[in-house]
């Protein structure tokens, strides 16, 4: 008899995610090795290290799209492993930088959204509610391009396509957002938009979890509370943002003496 797939349970109060000694072995190197992160509801963290260091692996993993090596990993309640991971991925936002080279840059905006509601890359065959057309031209005004929901994907700029792609992130409205590097590639102007549109979306009470990937401080929107370093693989620091982002964790991390200022919920960084 074919073996019914378990189904993901409701999440309540416990965390949201949970790694557990976390280590990706590739090639007989390891990408990531004991790397422990718990996300609590409410919760918001940025993950930072330099190139290599292992966030976008922490973040596949975290995202279901990876299986570690080693480790424990439990997403919205359910354990990798003993739930089939497909029933979790619609309650998971995940959204990158590189997502946008995988859209006909003929589609329009609000289309590139609507799309989420079935995972898929374009709306040729499926067919979507109104509600769910009108939940995308909510979404693109919300984040500041509901004046592009006509325009074409590819007449958009770098940055008005990434908050084109956080809309239809929070289309299907997930449980958790995982964010890899939205910022690559903008401009000072895109990239404060972004940033904007970030923070509104951490003081909203869903998603519950969010996790943000970026190599710069300047990236980081107020309102994110938590964070953790990674460099070569292992975890430096986790926890309150302001005991992880300082001098000697920042500098040890990237091999160079950095001075951290944060201020006003935004942080910087420079040589000291």
């Given at each position: 008899?074919?073996?019914?797939?378990?189904?993901?349970?409701?999440?309540?109060?416990?965390?949201?995610?949970?790694?557990?000694g976390?280590?990706?072995?590739?090639?007989?190197a390891?990408?990531?090795?004991?790397?422990?992160?718990?996300?609590m509801?409410?919760?918001?963290?940025?993950?930072?290290?330099?190139?290599?260091?292992?966030?976008?692996?922490?973040?596949?993993?975290?995202a279901?799209?990876?299986?570690?090596?080693?480790?424990?990993?439990?997403?919205?309640?359910?354990?990798?492993?003993?739930?089939?991971?497909?029933?979790?991925?619609?309650?998971?936002?995940?959204?990158?930088?590189?997502?946008?080279?995988?859209?006909?840059?003929?589609?329009?905006?609000?289309?590139?959204?609507?799309?989420?509601?079935?995972?898929?890359?374009?709306?040729?065959?499926?067919?979507?509610?109104?509600?769910?057309?009108?939940?995308?031209?909510?979404l693109?005004?919300?984040l500041?391009?509901?004046?592009?929901?006509?325009?074409?994907?590819?007449?958009?700029?770098?940055?008005?396509?990434?908050?084109?792609?956080?809309?239809?992130?929070?289309?299907?409205?997930?449980?958790?957002?995982?964010?890899?590097?939205?910022?690559?590639?903008?401009?000072?102007?895109?990239?404060?938009?972004?940033?904007?549109?970030?923070?509104?979306?951490?003081?909203?009470?869903?998603?519950?979890?969010?996790?943000?990937?970026?190599?710069?401080?300047?990236?980081?929107?107020p309102?994110?509370?938590?964070?953790?370093?990674?460099?070569?693989?292992?975890?430096?620091?986790?926890?309150?943002?302001?005991?992880?982002l300082?001098d000697?964790?920042?500098s040890?991390?990237?091999?160079?003496?950095?001075?951290?200022?944060?201020?006003?919920?935004?942080?910087?960084?420079?040589?000291?």
């Amino acid at each position: 008899m074919p073996v019914e797939p378990v189904l993901a349970p409701a999440t309540g109060s416990g965390p949201i995610l949970e790694l557990a000694g976390i280590g990706v072995r590739r090639g007989g190197a390891w990408l990531l090795a004991e790397a422990n992160l718990v996300v609590m509801p409410g919760e918001r963290w940025v993950v930072v290290g330099p190139n290599g260091a292992g966030k976008s692996t922490l973040l596949a993993v975290a995202a279901t799209n990876l299986s570690p090596t080693v480790g424990h990993v439990r997403v919205l309640g359910a354990e990798l492993g003993r739930v089939d991971a497909r029933t979790l991925r619609p309650r998971i936002g995940l959204t990158s930088a590189t997502l946008a080279e995988r859209f006909d840059p003929r589609l329009r905006a609000r289309d590139v959204v609507v799309t989420a509601r079935t995972g898929a890359l374009a709306p040729w065959w499926d067919t979507y509610a109104e509600r769910d057309q009108a939940r995308a031209l909510e979404l693109l005004r919300q984040l500041g391009v509901g004046d592009l929901a006509e325009r074409t994907f590819g007449t958009l700029s770098t940055g008005e396509r990434q908050r084109v792609l956080l809309a239809r992130t929070l289309l299907p409205d997930p449980e958790v957002v995982l964010a890899d590097e939205p910022a690559a590639g903008l401009d000072l102007r895109a990239r404060e938009e972004l940033v904007d549109s970030l923070a509104g979306l951490a003081t909203r009470p869903r998603p519950a979890g969010i996790v943000l990937v970026t190599h710069h401080l300047e990236e980081i929107p107020p309102g994110f509370g938590q964070a953790m370093v990674l460099a070569g693989g292992r975890v430096l620091a986790a926890g309150p943002i302001d005991g992880v982002l300082v001098d000697a964790t920042l500098s040890a991390a990237y091999g160079i003496a950095l001075r951290v200022e944060g201020r006003d919920g935004r942080w910087t960084a420079r040589r000291a």
